[in-house]
């Protein structure tokens, strides 16, 4: 017999957390939205800033939605599992060209840098991490099916933020070919090192003792944590980048196969959020 102690978001207060703050990944989350709206209507030093600004709010959304529904322990290990790997999968690419081929990235471009990774960028690793992984959940019935999704929804996302980072002139590849049609500038195997790493942090963060999940291999019950506000800003990255790309930035290409990519997931993902669960 064994005995589980569960930190989640009722275990240590009576009443819970107050109504305003309740709603904060709602107000980090539509910050968000509107900071990407705004972010190819802008240009120059003002793109970088939004750039930086949109990072800080969506992580503040998913560390915020993570601490309210699954405790600060969950939300502790989520947060620097996701962003030490997010630190250590850059700096070993920088240096090594595993698994990406080699990139560096542009010095002073992007904020405070540690051993000449940009601070924003593990940030941004751990702000997608969360939802991909509510998605693998939510979309598959086992452990390892989870995973396998997971790991799709946070790959297929850069295939929108490797080329918008690139225009931007945030970081270059030594030996861009061979590339996918229409998104020149980056090598098709940084794609494939994508899915790998985020199938390896993935892993990690399934392995996260959980109330709403059950050990890997087990049958998936309905999930009871709310995730609206994580799962729009899944979706909204998806949609926003597709009209971004398509409408404003002149790469139909992106936009297409991008969409196409990130939508495997994003539309059963949309459809089942709308189910009731009985």
Do not use: K
Request: aromatic fraction near 12%.
């Amino acid at each position: 017999m064994s005995i589980r102690v569960y930190n989640g978001p009722h275990s240590d207060r009576h009443d819970g957390p107050s109504p305003w703050i309740r709603r904060l990944p709602l107000i980090f989350a539509i910050a968000t939205v509107l900071l990407q709206i705004a972010w190819p209507l802008a240009s120059g030093s003002t793109r970088t800033t939004l750039t930086i600004a949109i990072v800080c709010t969506f992580f503040l959304s998913s560390l915020s939605h993570a601490w309210l529904n699954r405790g600060w322990g969950w939300t502790l290990a989520w947060a620097v599992i996701s962003i030490a790997f997010g630190f250590v999968i850059e700096l070993v690419g920088t240096r090594t060209g595993l698994p990406f081929s080699t990139y560096s990235y542009q010095p002073d471009t992007l904020g405070w840098t540690v051993s000449n990774v940009p601070v924003v960028i593990p940030l941004a690793w751990a702000m997608m991490s969360y939802p991909a992984l509510l998605v693998g959940r939510r979309l598959a019935a086992t452990g390892r099916g989870a995973v396998i999704v997971a790991a799709w929804a946070l790959a297929s996302w850069d295939l929108f933020l490797d080329p918008q980072m690139v225009g931007e002139g945030y970081w270059t590849w030594e030996s861009p070919s061979p590339s996918l049609p229409g998104i020149p500038g980056i090598p098709i195997v940084n794609y494939l090192g994508w899915l790998l790493a985020a199938a390896v942090l993935m892993f990690l963060l399934n392995r996260l003792p959980d109330p709403d999940w059950r050990a890997p291999s087990a049958p998936a019950p309905r999930r009871r944590t709310p995730e609206a506000v994580p799962g729009a800003l899944y979706l909204w990255t998806w949609l926003g980048g597709i009209i971004a790309n398509v409408f404003f930035l002149g790469r139909p290409a992106v936009g297409i196969i991008g969409g196409i990519a990130m939508g495997l997931v994003a539309v059963p993902y949309a459809l089942r959020l709308t189910e009731r669960a009985p």
